[in-house]
């Protein structure tokens, strides 16, 4: 991603472009991990905008798939390629059901700067929120599809758990409350559903400086291909 400054005066210097601000960050020893941006299209990218590597990442809160890979690639992604500026990561939401909405719209919630920690926390507890979602789903799947979107999104995000997980992310009851029942930002979400190119063959999804690397699913072999781009 490229960051546009503008050209503003402060005393006698002018504000610094994005590569000489990275570069600056760099010798400071900046943890880019805790640097997050929102796009226009309305994706979050995690770390250094003149990052060399431009990781961008389809995901599906209810893929078991893009559990296992944050998981896994966790230790050398986000804790040396990210936090040391040379690679970026920008998520995009590929929603698969309502359970999938109601976490990308709590993991959003806080805006960016909740974002890296509450992505992290919904794919880190995958396996206890979608087992508890899809059982209540099964119990009051028919009744609460009667509901308006926004009462559907909140007993979802109630009865999966999916609530817990933004409160002690640092979210409000009423936050939570009030981005379940924000339309607008559902629709926007789901806007980076359908902008997704047909060639996505299922999540996790990945495009590295531009170029989707086709049947790779896993870090084991998406790891080898950030490598060669300059990750490190």
């Known amino acids: 991603m490229r960051l546009f400054l503008p050209l503003a005066a402060i005393g006698l210097g002018l504000a610094l472009p994005a590569t000489a601000m990275a570069a600056q960050a760099q010798r400071k020893g900046v943890d880019w991990t ?5 796009t226009p299209a309305g994706t979050y990218v995690i770390g250094n905008p ?16 893009c559990a296992d890979f944050a998981v896994k690639a ?11 500026g040379s690679t970026s990561v920008e998520i995009r939401h590929f929603i698969r059901d309502r359970l999938d909405l109601a976490a990308a719209l709590i993991a959003r919630c806080g805006g960016a700067a909740k974002f890296a920690s509450l992505n992290t926390a ?15 789903e099964q119990a009051n799947g028919q009744r609460i599809g009667t ?8 007993a979802l995000a109630d009865g999966a758990g999916l609530s817990a997980i933004g409160k002690a992310g640092g979210l409000s009851d009423a ?10 930002a559902a629709d926007r979400v789901v806007a980076i559903t359908t902008a997704a190119p047909d060639t996505i063959e299922g999540t996790p999804g990945f495009f ?25």
């Open 34 to 38: 805790t640097h997050v941006t929102q």
């Open 50 to 65: 003149a990052a060399r590597v431009k990781l961008v990442e389809y995901v599906s809160y209810t893929c078991p798939h």
């Open 74 to 84: 966790e230790p050398v992604l986000k804790d040396k390629m990210v936090r040391s």
């Open 122 to 136: 919904m794919f880190a507890q995958q396996k206890m929120w979608l087992a508890r979602g899809l059982e209540y």
């Open 147 to 154: 509901y308006p979107l926004a009462a559907q999104m909140r």
């Open 175 to 184: 936050q939570i409350g009030a981005c379940l029942a924000d339309r607008a």
């Open 208 to 232: 590295i400086n531009g170029k989707q690397a086709m049947g790779v699913f896993t870090w084991d072999a998406l790891q080898p291909l950030l490598r060669a781009a300059g990750a490190r």
